[in-house]
């Protein structure tokens, strides 16, 4: 039986890329109106998320260093002046960033569905943001009422997907990993790494990507409203068919 069930955060509850499509726009064009590139600056900015975060992850900078790093290749890829004070310019990004925070719309009716069966397991969230801010948004879009734990690297001591991680996860739920289901838009930090710790994955594919062949204890939605549906099948191959007395 399914006992628990941790989200991840951005791209699986949170729309993090409608976010930062918002903010990297606009602090372009307060900084630089009209710039050629402009529709180009969500998708640099999201790429530069996964060339500088490593680093944070690996202990090599700290979190507001990763940004200021970040910020910087941002401007020099698009040919503005670096900012004099670049924490000061990141709050700036943050204004608009966090002006534009919204849940996805399928999340709250899943969610709600998931709390009214009476199987119901607990829900939490499995993320590697700085908890400050992980914290901020669920708050923000309304979904920390309806979260138990919210499980951070600062908490369990390492980032998806190295295996403690998860381990770590399970020991501060009290579960054994088979008990536990981890549903993300990252196939291998949120379905296959999990996986691997004996947990069920669920690799939430919301854009579609190229196809590709999960190992079969991963699960591939498109749609988190087919959480409940494969919960459902789950629980009823764990526990396997009732028996008459």
């Given at each position: 039986?399914?006992?628990?069930?941790?989200f991840d955060?951005?791209?699986?509850?949170f729309?993090?890329?409608?976010?930062?499509a918002?903010?990297?726009t606009?602090?372009t064009?307060?900084?630089?109106?009209?710039?050629?590139?402009?529709?180009?600056?969500?998708?640099?900015?999201?790429?530069?998320e996964?060339?500088?975060?490593p680093?944070?992850?690996?202990?090599?900078?700290?979190?507001?260093?990763?940004?200021?790093r970040?910020?910087?290749?941002f401007?020099?890829?698009l040919g503005?002046?670096?900012?004099?004070?670049?924490?000061?310019?990141?709050?700036d990004?943050?204004?608009?960033?966090?002006?534009?925070?919204?849940?996805?719309?399928?999340v709250?009716?899943t969610?709600?569905?998931?709390a009214a069966?009476?199987?119901?397991?607990?829900?939490?969230?499995?993320?590697?943001?700085?908890?400050?801010?992980?914290?901020a948004?669920?708050?923000?879009?309304?979904?920390?009422?309806?979260?138990?734990?919210?499980?951070?690297?600062?908490t369990?001591g390492?980032?998806?997907p190295?295996?403690?991680?998860?381990?770590a996860?399970?020991?501060k739920?009290?579960?054994?990993p088979?008990?536990m289901?981890?549903?993300?838009?990252?196939?291998?930090l949120?379905?296959?790494?999990?996986a691997?710790?004996?947990?069920?994955?669920?690799?939430?594919?919301r854009?579609?990507?190229?196809?590709?062949?999960?190992?079969?204890a991963?699960?591939?939605?498109?749609?988190?409203?087919?959480l409940?549906?494969?919960?459902?099948t789950?629980n009823?191959?764990l526990?396997g068919?009732?028996?008459?007395?």
């Open positions: 039986m399914i006992r628990a069930i941790l955060l951005d791209e699986t509850l729309d993090h890329r409608r976010a930062v918002h903010a990297a606009r602090w064009e307060s900084v630089c109106p009209g710039h050629e590139l402009l529709p180009e600056t969500p998708a640099l900015w999201l790429d530069l996964d060339k500088h975060l680093a944070w992850h690996t202990g090599q900078c700290s979190f507001a260093e990763q940004r200021r970040r910020l910087r290749e401007c020099r890829r503005l002046p670096e900012p004099a004070d670049p924490d000061a310019a990141f709050a990004f943050l204004t608009h960033y966090e002006s534009a925070w919204a849940a996805f719309p399928d709250p009716e969610l709600e569905a998931l069966r009476a199987d119901a397991p607990m829900l939490g969230v499995l993320t590697n943001g700085a908890p400050a801010q992980q914290e948004k669920l708050r923000r879009i309304g979904l920390m009422l309806h979260m138990e734990v919210v499980l951070t690297p600062e369990l390492a980032f998806k190295d295996p403690e991680c998860y381990r996860a399970a020991a739920l009290g579960l054994r088979e008990e289901l981890m549903v993300g838009d990252n196939l291998q949120d379905a296959a790494a999990p691997r710790e004996g947990m069920h994955g669920v690799w939430l594919d854009y579609r990507a190229e196809p590709v062949a999960p190992s079969p991963v699960t591939r939605i498109t749609t988190l409203r087919d409940p549906r494969v919960l459902t789950l009823g191959r526990v068919p009732s028996r008459a007395a």
